[in-house]
């Protein structure tokens, strides 16, 4: 195993390249960003995108760019895209953050990422925890409202 930076190194253009091939490279993508979350052996990944000047989730962006497959085996392909890359850094590094924030500006070539390591939801009953899935859209809902794409919430 090596540290998380060298794994981490080799993985985020692998993520950047499995959400930007979904959008089929297109120059309608002003942003992508790749939302990673591991916690407790529950994993999710998915993509969000600023296109055509709007901030899109992966469903939406049949819609905005013409030809990106986002019906559900579109998006399923991007998933599972993601979570192999995942899962290799998975394998590959020592520790992983709890969410990772992945960003790409295609139009510099500009990537970025941040990482937050605490408990997903602090203080909160395990009867009352949110899906993985749920904070992951309140996450987008927070980048549409206010631009803030931080790894914390």
């Known amino acids: 195993m090596t540290n998380f930076q060298q794994a981490f190194a080799a993985a985020a253009p692998r993520f950047i390249e499995v959400a ?20 407790d052996g529950v994993s999710v990944a998915e993509a969000f995108f600023l296109a055509d000047g709007r901030y899109l989730q992966a469903f ?3 819609g905005a760019i013409s030809g990106v497959d986002s019906s559900p ?10 979570l192999d890359v995942l899962n ?7 520790s992983l953050p709890t969410r990772m924030i992945i ?6 070539k500009e990537m970025g990422a941040d990482f937050y390591y ?11 925890l949110l899906p993985d899935a749920t904070l992951a859209e309140h996450w987008f809902e927070r980048l549409a409202a206010t631009g803030e794409d931080s790894a914390t919430l």
């Open 60 to 62: 939406e962006m049949g």
């Open 20 to 39: 930007y091939g979904f959008a089929l490279h297109s120059d309608k993508v002003d942003k992508l960003w790749v939302y990673v979350t591991e916690e």
């Open 88 to 94: 290799e850094l998975y394998d590959e590094a020592e």
């Open 73 to 82: 085996d579109g998006q399923d392909a991007l998933f599972d895209g993601l």
């Open 118 to 128: 605490g408990e997903l939801q602090p203080g909160v009953a395990d009867r009352d």
């Open 103 to 108: 960003y790409y500006v295609p139009a510099t």
